[in-house]
């Protein structure tokens, strides 16, 4: 043992101390030296404090998370569940074999089996990540209300369009052709990032990603087909869910 090794060692207390002395006689690792037993032994202490805290260490925080959730989560979809509703009446076409919507319903099983990992600490990250998580929840939230506000009477739950369709342009849709979408990505980041899991994140971009590329595939050689080259020349100068990126 150099003297670097034995200062680091005296500064440990005497659990990770014993720790890396074991580790430092017993392997036979090359280039083994107690600055690595020390990352190790931290990294995997960090990890099990991580897994054995609770969620939410208080009772504020799990009610503003529950709180944002179900407001978040039900009432715009609610609200435009209604507005499509009304719109369908007036609908001029549909594809012919779309799961698209029942398929983007999927999304709120994989919320519940996120929240669940959340809840086990499986994959735990750092609670002070629920903050930055919840604030990106609720601007995912406020970019797709805002994009199917915009689109007006032209909104629709279905792939459909309307007796005198024409393409939106205006708002986020200047940049964006999928404004919407892009916004729940946002929003299930967001969740993930506020239940502290890695894993949850991981499930939530997954199911969400899967869900709407196969909506937006459905849904832009539908508009191709009923609106020609206005729909093509507006692809042509948009992204899909990233201004100037894709």
């Avoid at 196969?214 to 832009?220: D, K, T």
Wanted: proline content about 5%; hydrophobic content about 50%; glycine content about 8%.
């Amino acid at each position: 043992m150099n003297r670097t090794d034995g200062l680091v060692l005296g500064a440990l207390d005497p659990v990770s101390r014993l720790l890396c002395v074991h580790s430092r006689y017993y392997s036979a690792m090359p280039g083994h030296s107690l600055a690595k037993d020390l990352w190790s032994v931290r990294s995997h202490r960090l990890q099990t404090e991580l897994a054995m805290s609770p969620l939410f260490p208080s009772r504020f925080e799990e009610v503003l998370f529950w709180v944002a959730f179900i407001l978040g989560a039900t009432g715009p979809l609610i609200y435009f569940a209604r507005w499509s509703r009304r719109n369908a009446a007036s609908a001029k076409a549909r594809p012919g074999k779309d799961l698209s919507t029942l398929i983007n319903f999927a999304l709120f099983p994989a919320a519940l089996l996120a929240i669940f990992l959340g809840y086990a600490r499986i994959g735990a990250l750092p609670h002070w990540l629920f903050y930055p998580g919840l604030s990106l929840w609720l601007a995912g939230l406020a970019l797709t209300v805002w994009a199917y506000r915009t689109l007006g009477r032209f909104f629709s739950l279905d792939v459909q369009t309307e007796n005198d369709h024409k393409v939106v342009d205006n708002g986020p849709y200047r940049l964006l052709r999928h404004p919407g979408y892009a916004g729940v990505l946002l929003g299930v980041l967001g969740l993930g990032v506020a239940l502290q899991s890695w894993v949850s994140v991981l499930v939530l971009v997954v199911a969400a990603t899967a869900a709407l590329a196969y909506r937006m595939q459905i849904e832009e050689k539908f508009l191709i087909a009923e609106l020609g080259d206005e729909y093509v020349q507006y692809i042509a100068r948009t992204k899909r869910l990233v201004p100037y990126v894709w």
